[in-house]
């Protein structure tokens, strides 16, 4: 069996804020620690429940958080950025399914941090199906025919995954208290959460379909503002919703549609506020 792990960091188990996920800040260095250490849980659990092949896909900010060298020696890692695929790179149809960690909740909603690649971001549509980064990466892993067998991170995130993806398995590390306070397990009992959560979600796996993406999707991004609006509106392609501050672009399929958004986001950080 061959398992893919896409790893986030607001989700991680004990951080509650920003000076915990950017790599200026005074906590970072301890956050990425930990981190690792949360995906070799999961890591160690999928080795002892059938796993042969496990690849981490580092997905946080710039994608080079996590520690190679404190790594499991046995798993692989896509470290850096750019990425054509983002948060999702390196998955194709070889692999048996997929799990999220450190995920948290969409823009727009309660959770801690919550938001959607960007803080520029109100929400993400496909069709007419709103979805956040968690949404976006399972239709991806759909599309490869791929479920997402587990999504670990805050309780919001759990709830979201819960929603979207039938009889997925949530691990809920910590709880949102407010977009920046967190009730939370600490590291070595969350690890125990998240093996005795992988076992359980390896064993589950065929319970667990994927989630289909609709052929020809229309991606829909609400921006906060009408500015991020017009500069996402540069690519060709999109068009600017009347009155609102969406772009929508039709895609062939959720791959365009995947890398549509990462140009619409970066393309509205442009934006200026002065």
């Known amino acids: 069996m ?19 996920i950017d790599s200026d800040k ?12 949360e995906t070799n849980y999961v890591i160690d659990s999928a080795f002892n429940n059938q796993v042969e092949d496990i690849l981490v896909n580092d997905s946080h900010s710039k994608m080079n958080n996590i520690l190679i060298d404190e790594l499991n020696p046995d798993a692989e890692l896509i470290t850096g950025d750019v990425k054509p695929y983002s948060m999702m790179q390196g998955l194709d149809d070889s692999f048996s ?8 909740a969409r823009a727009a909603t309660p959770g801690v941090m919550s938001h959607s690649m960007i803080h520029a971001v109100r929400s993400f549509y496909i069709d007419d199906v ?21 999504v670990a991170g805050d309780d919001r995130a759990a709830a979201e995954a819960e929603a979207l993806i039938p009889n997925v398995t949530t691990a809920a590390v910590k709880k949102s208290l407010s977009r920046s306070s ?3 397990l600490t590291p070595k009992k969350a690890g125990a959460l998240l093996q005795e959560k992988t076992a359980q979600a390896i064993e589950n796996r065929h319970n667990v379909q994927p989630l289909v993406p609709p052929d020809s999707p229309t991606l829909r991004i609400e921006f906060a503002n009408y500015g991020q609006a017009e500069w996402a509106n ?22 365009e549609a995947y890398q549509a958004m990462l140009v619409m986001t970066e393309l509205a950080m442009r934006t200026s506020f002065s």
């Open 2 to 20: 061959k398992l893919y792990l896409s790893v986030d960091m607001e989700g991680i188990t004990g951080i509650p804020d920003q000076s915990f």
């Open 26 to 37: 005074h906590n970072y260095e301890r956050a990425r620690r930990i981190m690792t250490e």
């Open 97 to 104: 399914g997929a799990m999220f960690l450190g995920y948290h």
């Open 130 to 150: 709103a979805v956040g980064e968690l949404g976006l990466n399972a239709y991806v892993a759909g599309y490869y025919g791929i479920p997402i067998l587990m």
């Open 182 to 184: 967190v009730h939370s």
């Open 234 to 255: 540069l690519m060709p392609g999109t068009e600017i919703e009347p009155n609102s501050t969406t772009v929508s672009f039709k895609a062939k399929d959720i791959l």
